[in-house]
């Protein structure tokens, strides 16, 4: 006799609940595969954009804290005769040296980016050299042991004893670093208003370069892969080696869309802060003692958060408080920081 078996296999209903919760399970790792890739393009995102904002912070502080740099002694403390011509590319003191440019139009001559602000800054070089020959004002020149610097004809040069300084241009083509004693000639033509300095130096005085820096945004003239510009923190140099002449504009960093500045301004004479105020409202550039420095960064990817208005939106909001608008998908983050200029403190 033939051993009867139960029969085997799926019902119709085992089978459509099987199906359901497949497809529950499957919408289920769509959504954690959707949301981990959506959370990954977040962080690849502020990484960047994090990264940009650290060395654009470092650059600017940097500066800010050396704006006015004279040497072995204070700005302030020391008056500076000026030889050096334009003039007015050489015009040194505490309310010159560092100086700001609020909320630029359109026909600025940096080519910065409408509405952004500007910085300037002039200082002597890190570096320096001492003095060894033709130490009388009137020879119009002066000699060291080296041009370890690397000075060239045109450049604009600060020398000072910490009492006193001058600020000249090299007339001549002096040797190289490393080729032996040079002499910086600085007679009287296109270049100087005079040859003499304004006293005779000794062999403890201080040769330096004199610099000067701008910062701004700008238009990399880059664009994301939706077609949005890339603005950039860029800077302009007039400094060693430039033969008195302003570099090309140098870019330090992508992804800043935007630059405030505000200036902490002694108001009383006690040598500290008293308000901060934008570029066009201070009273005194030279009570500016601090720079209140503000970035705004983006990523250069797209589609990484919600733009205005949706659901997934990112809420950006400035030092002063405004929501800032957000079009076109991409990360954004504020950063501020607070620089003192060294060389104005007590």
């Known amino acids: 006799m033939r051993q009867l078996h139960r029969q085997q296999g799926f019902g119709l209903v085992e089978l459509m609940i099987s199906i359901t919760l497949g497809l529950f399970l499957s919408a289920a790792i769509i959504q954690v595969f959707l949301g981990t890739s959506s959370s990954a393009r977040i962080q690849d995102a502020q990484a960047q954009v994090q990264e940009n904002a650290r060395f654009a912070m470092r650059f600017l502080g940097q500066e800010i804290r050396m704006a006015g740099y004279a040497g072995c002694s204070s700005l302030g403390n020391i008056p500076v005769n000026n030889i050096a011509l334009p003039a007015a590319n050489v015009d040194f003191s505490m309310a010159t040296a560092l100086v700001g440019g609020n909320d630029v139009d359109k026909n600025n001559a940096l080519s910065a980016v409408v509405g952004t602000d500007t910085l300037e800054i002039k200082r002597g070089s890190d570096e320096f050299m001492r003095i060894t020959g033709n130490l009388a004002p009137n020879n119009a020149n002066v000699q060291i042991e080296d041009n370890s610097i690397g000075l060239v004809k045109g450049d604009y040069v600060l020398i000072t004893d910490c009492l006193n300084a001058d600020i000249f241009r090299i007339v001549n083509q002096p040797k190289g670093p490393g080729e032996g004693k040079a002499t910086f000639t600085h007679s009287k033509g296109q270049m100087n208003s005079d040859n003499r300095l304004s006293k005779v130096y000794g062999a403890d005085a201080e040769i330096l370069a004199f610099e000067t820096i701008r910062f701004f945004v700008r238009d990399s003239g880059r664009d994301t892969s939706a077609g949005d510009p890339i603005n950039s923190l860029y800077v302009e140099r007039r400094t060693v080696g430039s ?104």
């Open 243 to 346: 033969s008195g002449s302003m570099s090309s504009a140098i870019e330090l960093v992508e992804g800043v869309e935007d630059l405030q500045l505000t200036y902490g301004e002694d108001t009383d004479g006690d040598r500290s802060v008293d308000v901060y105020r934008d570029a066009a409202s201070v009273v005194d550039w030279e009570a500016a003692l601090s720079v209140r420095v503000e970035l705004v960064l983006v990523s250069n990817s797209t589609n990484v958060v919600g733009t205005s208005g949706s659901t997934q939106a990112q809420s950006t909001v400035d030092a002063d408080g405004n929501v800032i608008v957000n079009q076109d998908g991409r990360f954004r983050q504020v950063f501020t920081s607070v620089f003192a200029v060294r060389n104005k403190l007590p």
